[in-house]
């Protein structure tokens, strides 16, 4: 176990997403099919939780709750979430696909062991609203996969 900020969490986070986003982006650009570029722009746009989040708390409020000490333990040894998590450049859609799903319920359980510790009702709400937002962004993705669209 240790002990990182909330800061720590969001930049982890934040840093994956945008790793999501530019595939997502450059799969938009190379595709010929109409019908993955829409959905590789609607992934590239939904895959912004943590900076919309944030974008609704000011200064004041964002420093504070970045600050905020809390104890981080990997669920298993062995098991491999956003830590040194990349997407290879020859990713198929589907292993992007899978991907983002395994993050999301990375993200989701990290999000809900940092509300079972003692933290400000701001840190609280903050995590609530990233797990409601990455279980509907789960949701999405697995709907996605089903379709086989790409």
């Known amino acids: 176990m240790s002990i990182i900020t909330v800061a720590d969490v969001l930049k982890t986070a ?33 895959r912004r939780h943590l900076s919309e989040a944030l974008d609704r708390l000011d200064d004041a409020e964002r ?13 298993a ?9 990349e997407v290879p450049p020859d990713a198929t859609a589907e292993e992007v696909l899978d991907i983002a799903i395994e993050i999301d319920a990375c993200l989701i359980d990290l999000y809900r062991q940092i509300l079972t510790q003692d933290v400000d009702q701001e840190v609280k709400d903050l995590f609530e609203s990233l797990v409601r937002a990455e ?9 996605i996969k089903a379709m086989d669209y790409f």
């Open 14 to 46: 934040r840093d994956f997403e945008a790793k999501l986003v530019d595939y997502y982006r450059k799969i938009a650009e190379q595709t010929t099919s109409d019908g993955v570029k829409l959905l590789a722009d609607y992934m590239g746009r939904h």
């Open 63 to 75: 420093e504070e709750i970045s600050s905020f000490p809390i104890r981080y333990e990997p669920l």
């Open 77 to 85: 040894p062995d098991r491999v979430c956003f830590e040194g998590r």
């Open 135 to 143: 279980e509907r962004d789960t949701i999405e993705l697995k709907k």
